[in-house]
């Protein structure tokens, strides 16, 4: 047990450690895709400043050539000082003063543009050494992935098939308590109950034979139905924990006759099709195979909220193919897979079966999308009973589905009725 729950420890640690180096793959690809977007919006903006920046050196070339004429004009004006109206040495002065103003401000635009054009191209080399830096993180980081994947592959299928093994002792003996506390409880509130009141009721018979023995006939009346009752509920026990009937007819008539009753108990029609060779099996398989279909269908009566379900049963000499179907509620796997009891809805007790009997079984559900659960079981020569079952025979609705399937060449898959009231 040590061995195993260390085992199980050191595959956490794994898929711990794998799941990690996923999160800092991912994590690495978001930061070169930051940096790849910035390195974009940098490239935009440094184009935009070398643009600006060529207007600018235009325009200072263009002032630099107005400035220098407005000097001359100046150096003429002042040097034929008594030549030009004192109005015209003003404006060529004042000329003269603004372009040099407008120059300096334009040299300063130039300056402050040059310096942005060579931090952006700073940080652009900067963002393209970093996306490439982080690319080849990356791809360093999904070949280490790639390796522990495929080298720690056997032991964690190995670890896994350890866990399973404790799981399914686990299971098993929490089935066996669950099963002892329903049938006790069962028991409890069915017979038992009764049988108190069967006892109650005797005695008031007793009492009645001295007062008034005309009232007596009616309540033994009551008290044969009472036992009626108890008789039923104990069969129904009976049933339940050991079906008698399959060691008399068989399974195709004892899922048969088990349908019939449950539509009378319960409400739910259950459409059952057989296909193939009716032939007596082991009697361990037969039972394990009438508990599974039960479990199914105990499971669409309680969460599927259905009038209507399908069961088919394919028989074959190497196999058996049960599909169990209904267009219900349906569930998400996943999330039922994370419920502190496990699988839930009976489908854990069903999978151990299966596995039990070196077969597979695949549930297709989603919510609102219905479930089907389709099982195959591998049959050997020592699976199958003596001879003296009933041979090959099929209930009348799975002759007729049957012919119309391979009339129509529709796959015996699809061909679900559909529920009462729907399209």
């Not at 018979?205 to 008290?223: D, K, M, T, V």
Request: with cysteine; net charge neutral.
């Amino acid at each position: 047990m040590r061995a195993v729950l260390e085992a199980s420890m050191l595959d956490r640690i794994l898929k711990e450690t794998v799941e990690a180096l996923e999160r800092s793959r991912y994590q690495i690809q978001e930061i070169a895709e930051n940096a790849q977007a910035e390195a974009r919006q940098v490239s935009r903006e440094l184009e935009e400043v070398k643009k600006s920046l060529q207007a600018v050196i235009e325009e200072v070339d263009h002032l630099e050539r107005a400035e220098k004429k407005a000097r001359l004009r100046l150096a003429e004006v002042s040097k034929d000082f008594y030549r030009y109206k004192e109005q015209d040495i003003k404006e060529a002065y004042d000329a003269a003063y603004q372009l040099q103003i407008e120059l300096i401000k334009l040299r300063d635009k130039e300056k402050m543009l040059q310096y942005r054009r060579n931090h952006l191209e700073r940080s652009s080399q900067r963002l393209q050494l970093t996306v490439q830096k982080a690319e080849q993180l990356a791809s360093q980081v999904k070949v280490i992935l790639s390796y522990l994947t495929g080298e720690l592959q056997g032991l964690s299928l190995k670890l896994d098939e350890l866990q399973q093994t404790q799981q399914l002792v686990f299971s098993i003996i929490w089935a066996q308590e669950e099963e002892r506390k329903r049938v006790a409880r069962e028991i409890h509130d069915g017979p038992a109950q009764s049988l108190a009141h069967i006892a109650l009721q005797a005695e008031y018979c007793l009492e009645l034979l001295n007062r008034n023995s005309g009232q007596i006939r009616e309540e033994l009346h009551a008290l044969q139905n009472i036992a009626s009752l108890c008789l039923q509920d104990m069969r129904k026990i009976i049933f339940d924990l050991r079906p008698m009937v399959l060691d008399d007819i068989g399974l195709v008539p004892a899922l048969e006759r088990y349908f019939t009753t449950y539509k009378e108990q319960h409400g739910l029609e259950v459409d059952f099709l057989f296909f193939g060779r009716e032939r007596r099996l082991d009697r361990t398989l037969e039972v394990a195979l009438f508990r599974i279909i039960q479990e199914a269908v105990n499971n669409i009566r309680k969460h599927a909220g259905v009038a209507r379900a399908l069961v088919k049963m394919e028989m074959l000499p190497n196999r058996i193919s049960i599909s169990i179907r209904d267009e219900g509620k349906g569930f998400d796997p996943a999330a039922l897979q994370k419920r502190p009891e496990g699988g839930g809805y009976g489908l854990l007790g069903m999978q151990e079966r299966v596995q039990l009997l070196k077969g597979n079984m695949k549930v297709i559900t989603a919510p609102g999308k219905g479930t089907s659960i389709n099982i195959t079981i591998p049959l050997e020569k020592k699976s199958e009973a003596p001879s003296g079952g009933v041979p090959g025979r099929r209930s009348e609705g799975a002759s007729l589905t049957s012919g119309k399937a391979m009339a129509t060449g529709e796959p015996l898959a699809d061909a679900i009725p559909r529920e009462r009231g729907r399209e």
